[in-house]
């Protein structure tokens, strides 16, 4: 910290000629009253502990560095304005910028990402400046929002189905509602079953369609066979995150995959909690071949075009082609005679009859 080094190299350097000991120091009994009487109030007399001494100097140290941070002057490194706000981090920006940042991802629900902009740190915005920069809606919603992708991004926590309160699980996979009392499986959300395994999808459905064939008026029937239906749908594309179990569908890129709700890594072919790309030398890859043959066609078709392009102009430089003079296609000629013969694509050719039947 700066104030300890500053002590440090003033303690090294003058403290002895500050007190007036050039040539010898004399050791005594320490003189209460001198203290009392208005000596040197920085000098302690006793043995302070050190859990006392410690957050005295931290705070010392945080408010003359606050001091310092007041008299500069500092720029927001996203808009360059004056108008900022310095996070405990130590990284500042301005309060208009960190405002929009803040309310955008309470907005969009990504309140786990709602870190320090700067991209090398990642420090977590405190609540004190979210309550500064939020409204009293949205810093309740940030609450709320936070605490349920905490309790989503824990592994042992499952809701109950009858009133959806979070619940823990124990080693048995069984839960128990503090709320409405109802005793539940906590990997198929039924009722108690000991020493029963769970149903799959394809019997619960089955099951399902069996009740609602008896009964037609039930409509939480047909809800439940929805939300299993789009349980079994989302499965199959799906992979779990092997922190919190959420499903991740892949759209499109690399098979390195970043959980939207816990902001874990792990790897998209084999499931597996991975930090970096090391994980990608052995039977895994970074790339699909279908992903591979995706991004390779768009840049064969540019590659294609910059080919035959380069070889019309050297065609048109060496004077054995002449341009079209419609589309500036090359023709070549092969015979003496000046007739030139054009090949031209259907959109080509569509292009040409569209042009005369306009003039």
Not at 150 to 172: H, I, N, S
Not at 321 to 327: D, I, N
Request: include cysteine; glycine fraction near 4%.
């Amino acid at each position: 910290m700066e104030v300890i080094y500053q002590w440090v190299q003033r303690l090294q350097s003058s403290s002895l000629s500050y007190l007036g000991f050039d040539d010898e120091i004399i050791l005594r009994k320490a003189d209460q009253t001198y203290a009392q009487d208005g000596g040197d109030k920085r000098a302690l007399t006793y043995n302070a502990p050190p859990d006392v001494t410690i957050p005295r100097i931290i705070r010392y140290n945080d408010d003359k560095r606050h001091e310092a941070f007041l008299y500069a002057i500092h720029y927001c490194t996203i808009c360059f304005s004056v108008d900022f706000i310095k996070l405990p981090c130590h990284h500042f920006f301005c309060q208009k910028c960190m405002q929009t940042y803040c309310k955008m991802h309470v907005k969009e629900g990504t309140v786990v990402k709602l870190l320090c902009p700067d991209t090398k740190c990642g420090a977590v915005v405190p609540p004190n400046i979210l309550k500064r920069l939020l409204g009293e809606d949205e810093f309740e919603r940030w609450e709320t929002l936070l605490l349920q992708r905490t309790l989503d991004a824990m592994v042992d926590v499952v809701y109950c189905p009858r009133c959806q309160t979070a619940c823990l699980e124990d080693a048995g996979d069984e839960a128990v509602c503090p709320s409405c009392l109802f005793s539940f499986c906590a990997l198929c959300r039924e009722r108690r079953h000991v020493g029963v395994e769970c149903l799959s999808a394809e019997e619960k459905i089955q099951i399902l369609e069996e009740r609602q064939k008896s009964a037609r008026t039930k409509g939480d029937i047909q809800k439940l066979m929805d939300e299993v239906c789009t349980i079994k749908e989302i499965l199959k594309d799906a992979k779990q995150c092997p922190h919190c179990k959420m499903a991740i569908s892949k759209i499109e890129g690399c098979n390195k995959m970043t959980c939207w709700n816990c902001g874990r890594f792990f790897c998209y072919q084999c499931s597996a909690a991975i930090s970096g790309y090391d994980h990608f030398n052995g039977d895994c890859v970074i790339f699909d071949e279908a992903e591979i043959d995706r991004w390779q066609m768009p840049m064969n078709r540019r590659l294609h075009r910059m080919v035959v392009g380069q070889a019309q102009v050297a065609l048109l430089a060496r004077g054995h082609a002449y341009p079209y003079p419609t589309c500036g296609q090359a023709i070549r000629k092969v015979n003496i005679k000046n007739t030139l013969f054009v090949n031209l694509s259907q959109d080509q050719l569509a292009s040409q009859i569209l042009m005369r039947m306009m003039q």
